[in-house]
Nanobody, 122 residues
């Protein structure tokens, strides 16, 4: 069983930055690709970013590419999402997700965090 706990959300003005963290418990973190998803009010959850188990490969949605950076620290069992140049349309609940151990991130996550709210004011 893996538990994921997000933190770092909050209210920020457009153009500002936030860094989200996701602390994971469980022995499979270092062998699992990780991802960030988001759900805006009235919309379906969507993919934002993902990172391979060793941190050497990343993938981003077009909507965040060039502004967001995903990273991980396997020694701390933590994955991060650095969000820069934030826009009001980035307002959403951000969820951390874990993919099946040993798999690539082009698959369906198996574990989810509870989410953290990010609100970007104009």
């Amino acid at each position: 069983q893996v538990q994921l706990v997000e933190s770092g959300g909050g209210l920020v003005q457009a153009g500002g930055s936030l860094r989200l963290s996701c602390a994971a418990s469980g022995r499979t973190f270092s062998t699992s690709a990780m991802g960030w998803y988001r759900q805006a009010p009235g919309k379906e959850r969507e993919f934002a970013a993902a990172i391979s188990w060793n941190g050497l490969s990343t993938y981003y949605a077009d909507s965040v590419k060039g502004r967001f950076t995903i990273s991980r620290d396997n020694a701390k069992s933590t994955v991060y999402l650095q969000m820069n140049s934030l826009k009001p349309e980035d307002t959403a609940i951000y969820y951390c997700a874990s993919y099946p151990s040993g798999s690539h991130y082009f698959t369906t996550p198996v574990y989810w965090g509870q989410g953290t709210q990010v609100t970007v004011s104009s």
